[in-house]
């Protein structure tokens, strides 16, 4: 059973690329969750799916768009990246949306 | 705005007791969660309260206090291997996490 992962789980760009991060989960969980984390903050909500085709956004959505296409994707693409969104990301799915979240083990990212 | 308070860091010995505190103001509350973090890892599930009191789980117990906006995680009998950063979240009336940055624990032998 993978449960949930993440792809790729390093990567560098420059600043301006397009980035897509990918997020897999094998539960049939109805949410799923972008998240990000920079040292001495907490994780902050990028954006959530509460199923397919449905999304919102979270904290920290500018700069992001993601999409739902069937329930155990939930892929997160950085449009035009920026230094400042150099951190790691986190992909969490639950059952419910006031249940448990279950994270994947993070992408690293660097923007140059 | 919402707030979740909690030790930056804190350093305890091996075989001892450490709690961890964690203090928050949230629009609402819906449970609050306790996850465990490895450096370089994901962050994994450790408790959940949403009515006061203490939840027990082996070495590990948590407490919530609604009144007060209060909440401590208590790890017993401390192993090398619970060196990590301790994650405490809030579920607000939205159902969304708020975080706080998380107590890094250091365990000494």
């Known amino acids: 059973d993978a449960g949930i992962t993440q792809s790729p789980r390093y990567k560098i760009t420059e600043t301006g690329r397009q980035v897509t991060l990918m997020c897999h989960q094998t539960w049939s969980h109805s949410y799923m969750f972008w998240y990000r984390q920079d040292l001495g903050h907490g994780l902050r909500l990028i954006y959530y799916s509460a199923a397919a085709d449905i999304t919102d956004k979270g904290e920290v959505p500018d700069g992001y768009v993601v999409s739902r296409s069937k329930t155990e994707n939930f892929p997160l693409t950085l449009e035009s990246a920026t230094r400042s969104q150099t951190s790691v990301y986190f992909c969490?799915?639950?059952?419910?949306?006031?249940?448990?979240?279950?994270f994947g083990p993070g992408t690293r990212l660097l923007v140059l | 705005g919402q707030n979740i308070d909690q030790p930056t860091e804190m350093t305890a010995t091996e075989g001892a007791i450490v709690q961890i505190n964690c203090t928050y103001q949230t629009s609402g509350f819906n449970g609050l969660f306790w996850y465990q973090q490895h450096a370089g890892e994901a962050p994994t599930f450790l408790s959940y309260?949403?009515l006061d009191g203490l939840e027990e789980k082996g070495r590990f117990s948590s407490f919530l206090s609604r009144s007060k906006g209060y909440s401590y995680l208590l790890l017993k009998e401390l192993q090398m291997k619970d060196s990590a950063s301790y994650l405490c979240?809030?579920?607000?009336?939205?159902?969304?996490?708020?975080w706080g940055a998380g107590t890094k624990l250091i365990i000494k032998p």
């Open positions: 979240a809030v579920m607000d009336s939205n159902y969304q996490l708020i």
């Open positions: 969490a799915s639950s059952e419910q949306v006031e249940e448990t979240q279950y």
């Open positions: 309260n949403v």
